[in-house]
């Protein structure tokens, strides 16, 4: 006789229970107080739309696996055979990133002494410093194939790959202009993999040792790049935004797919391009501030909402909503976008650009020049309406001082949902008591 099979429980997110390993939403917030007990101070906080040098904190990825690996259960997961296949492995994967190690050294010696050579053929010598330097990066490319910088036994080996990534920029710096352009050239060739792996294990490096970075600085030390470089890269992609905020302000409505499209031309080489994605992996978790921001698995609806109530600003004014009111509600969307803090950096700026482009629809224009005055940008975007520029105001305040999250209807009449926020908040708070103890003290 068959036996009636039981629904399994499951947990205030929809994940079995009968599995050993909790669900990403469970497993940060039990994660929450040592992590937030711990912050860093040497990250980034958004604030007044610019990222600045201050205080950010991240619930690590590290806190969350991915849902797929929690809802295995434990018994399934690997085999005898499958592990001794990888440790058999692993003998000559050390050797062949040795050899490379020795193949980049015996290059750079190389590149160096081409960049210290005055050479009457200045086209020439750009071509053969570009030759050189190609296969070191190939050679570095590989040796980061051969390795995980997160795990003890390949830190030496990333140690010595970043010393000699290091070495590099060091050449990069002591080439003139027009050979510093040879270099530039040659990381664009390479730009996909220096973003998608060397920038993100940069950054998983540095969460190993329980520090923080933004995707902005680590992008910044991987291509070492001066601010004065990085300050170029950001007015050139301004140029590019102004167009597109116009183009999109012809639209009849938008879609998130365009909010997307801003940060990425706003961040073209300045973030890896997956950053200009929102988030939606469990671990992608983000607290900004004395704000929470939601988890991925509410950043999509909620962006729906805020783009929904977007263009339904848009049937308003056509239908004779005052310019005030526009301003006004304008400045809310800006604001419940950046409660919700979609993107995992540069949300700031990110709203900022959809305000201006609510803004362009009713006359603004967008300027071509990067304006990093926050306020005076404010100002003439918002007709120097008080009450919006008030409205803006009060959630840079609330950002910085108000403990709190994007409470939407949505998700407060979900009893499971706010109740972790609530106790998120609650743990930040105590955690902002024991910090203000020890500053005290």
């Given at each position: 006789?068959?036996?009636?099979?039981?629904?399994?429980?499951?947990?205030?997110?929809?994940?079995?229970?009968?599995?050993?390993?909790?669900?990403?939403?469970?497993?940060?917030?039990?994660?929450?107080?040592?992590?937030?007990?711990?912050?860093?101070?040497?990250?980034?906080?958004?604030?007044?739309?610019?990222?600045?040098?201050?205080?950010?904190?991240?619930?690590?990825?590290?806190?969350?696996?991915?849902?797929?690996?929690?809802?295995?259960?434990?018994?399934?997961?690997?085999?005898?055979?499958?592990?001794?296949?990888?440790e058999l492995g692993i003998e000559a994967r050390e050797k062949a990133a040795f050899e490379s190690v020795q193949n980049i050294e015996?290059?750079?010696?190389?590149?160096?002494?081409?960049?210290?050579?005055?050479?009457?053929?200045?086209?020439?010598?750009?071509?053969?410093?570009?030759?050189?330097?190609?296969?070191?990066?190939?050679?570095?490319?590989?040796?980061?194939?051969?390795?995980?910088?997160?795990?003890?036994?390949?830190?030496?080996?990333y140690d010595v790959l970043k010393s000699h990534m290091d070495a590099v920029l060091t050449l990069?710096?002591?080439?003139?202009?027009?050979?510093?352009?040879?270099?530039?050239?040659?990381?664009?060739?390479?730009?996909?993999?220096?973003?998608?792996?060397?920038?993100?294990?940069?950054?998983?490096?540095?969460?190993?040792?329980?520090?923080?970075?933004?995707?902005?600085?680590?992008?910044?030390?991987?291509?070492?790049?001066?601010?004065?470089?990085?300050?170029?890269?950001?007015?050139?992609?301004?140029?590019?935004?102004?167009?597109?905020?116009?183009?999109?302000?012809?639209?009849?409505?938008?879609?998130?797919?365009?909010?997307?499209?801003?940060?990425?031309?706003?961040?073209?080489?300045?973030?890896?391009?997956?950053?200009?994605?929102?988030?939606?992996?469990?671990?992608?978790?983000?607290?900004?501030?004395q704000r929470v921001g939601l988890l991925p698995r509410d950043v999509g609806p909620e962006m729906q909402g805020v783009v929904d109530r977007m263009n339904e600003l848009f049937d308003k004014k056509a239908l004779g909503m005052s310019k005030a009111q526009y301003e006004v509600q304008a400045a809310k969307l800006h604001n419940d976008m950046l409660d919700i803090h979609p993107f995992k950096d540069r949300n700031g700026s990110t709203s900022l650009m959809v305000l201006e482009l609510m803004m362009t629809r009713e006359g603004y224009k967008p300027p071509a020049e990067r304006d990093k005055d926050y306020y005076r940008s404010l100002r003439k975007m918002l007709n120097n309406n008080v009450v919006a520029i008030g409205a803006v105001g009060y959630e840079q305040y609330c950002i910085k001082y108000k403990p709190g999250y994007f409470a939407s209807e949505r998700i407060i009449s979900d009893k499971d949902r706010k109740n972790f926020y609530e106790t998120v908040i609650d743990k930040i708070k105590k955690a902002r008591k024991k910090e203000e103890k020890k500053k005290k003290k």
């Open positions: 006789m068959a036996v009636e099979q039981q629904p399994s429980e499951q947990c205030p997110h929809g994940y079995p229970v009968h599995i050993s390993t909790e669900c990403p939403e469970c497993q940060a917030l039990k994660s929450a107080p040592s992590e937030l007990e711990d912050l860093s101070t040497e990250v980034v906080e958004e604030r007044n739309g610019e990222e600045s040098i201050g205080m950010r904190e991240t619930i690590p990825a590290s806190t969350a696996q991915t849902a797929e690996s929690r809802r295995v259960p434990t018994e399934v997961v690997g085999s005898a055979a499958a592990a001794l296949k990888k015996s290059r750079l010696d190389a590149l160096d002494s081409l960049i210290a050579t005055e050479a009457k053929d200045r086209k020439e010598q750009v071509e053969n410093i570009k030759n050189e330097l190609r296969p070191i990066m190939e050679e570095i490319h590989n040796l980061y194939k051969m390795i995980d910088p997160t795990e003890a036994r390949h830190e030496e080996t990069k710096k002591k080439a003139d202009e027009l050979s510093s352009q040879a270099f530039s050239e040659i990381f664009y060739e390479f730009s996909d993999f220096i973003d998608n792996a060397l920038v993100h294990n940069y950054i998983a490096y540095k969460k190993s040792q329980q520090l923080e970075v933004s995707a902005e600085h680590a992008s910044q030390e991987i291509y070492g790049r001066t601010k004065e470089e990085v300050e170029k890269i950001k007015a050139k992609n301004r140029v590019d935004v102004a167009k597109k905020i116009d183009e999109l302000a012809k639209k009849p409505y938008i879609d998130l797919a365009d909010i997307e499209e801003l940060h990425a031309l706003n961040n073209r080489s300045v973030v890896p391009e997956d950053f200009s994605q929102m988030r939606s992996k469990p671990g992608d978790n983000i607290v900004f501030g």
